[in-house]
């Protein structure tokens, strides 16, 4: 295979994962925040019914279970679509939102400036996950033409 057929597979690849990833993330999206909506909406609802702290603590602890519970739901599929590097980005992607959030508490950044940062550290988290398949993918075409040159 020639190198324009590798770098033409290779960005097929990766355009076709970006895309599919994008639908079916949008879609888990989705389904996530409508389903957690649901069981907050019904949480606050019931907390209003009750106002002891115990019973708010067991209306809290109850809705935390619900939602863990739905994301546990989605978790291979959520895998899947960010392979092959989010994986291993995202103990440091974590990191640094919540080094965010806590700027905005101590009120260093504001909300919209969260959201901006969240977008672009989320845009370059993809960016990176793509480009990494993309490598991947073209390492993996390029080892047959390799070995034919070593022989």
């Known amino acids: 295979m020639t190198n324009k057929k590798i770098i033409t597979v290779m960005l097929l690849v990766t355009?076709?994962?970006f895309l599919v990833s994008s639908v079916i993330g949008y879609y888990i999206a989705v389904k996530i925040g409508t389903q957690i909506g649901q069981i907050v909406a019904g949480?606050?609802?019931e907390t209003n019914d009750k106002k002891s702290e115990e019973d708010a603590n067991r209306i809290y602890q109850n809705m935390k279970t619900k939602s863990d519970g739905i994301?546990?739901?989605w978790k291979f599929i959520r895998l899947l679509i960010s392979l092959p590097a989010k994986p291993l980005m995202n103990p440091?992607?974590?990191e640094l939102r919540k080094n965010q959030i806590n700027r905005v508490i101590a009120k260093e950044i504001t909300k919209e400036q969260?959201?901006?940062k969240g977008t672009i550290i989320d845009y370059t988290a993809n960016f990176l996950n793509l480009l990494s398949l993309g490598l991947l993918v073209y390492i993996i075409l390029r080892i047959p033409k390799y070995k034919e040159m070593k022989t």
Do not use: A, K, S
């Open 114 to 116: 969260l959201h901006t």
């Open 92 to 94: 440091f992607l974590g």
């Open 43 to 45: 949480g606050l609802t």
């Open 15 to 17: 355009i076709i994962h």
């Open 71 to 73: 994301l546990e739901r």
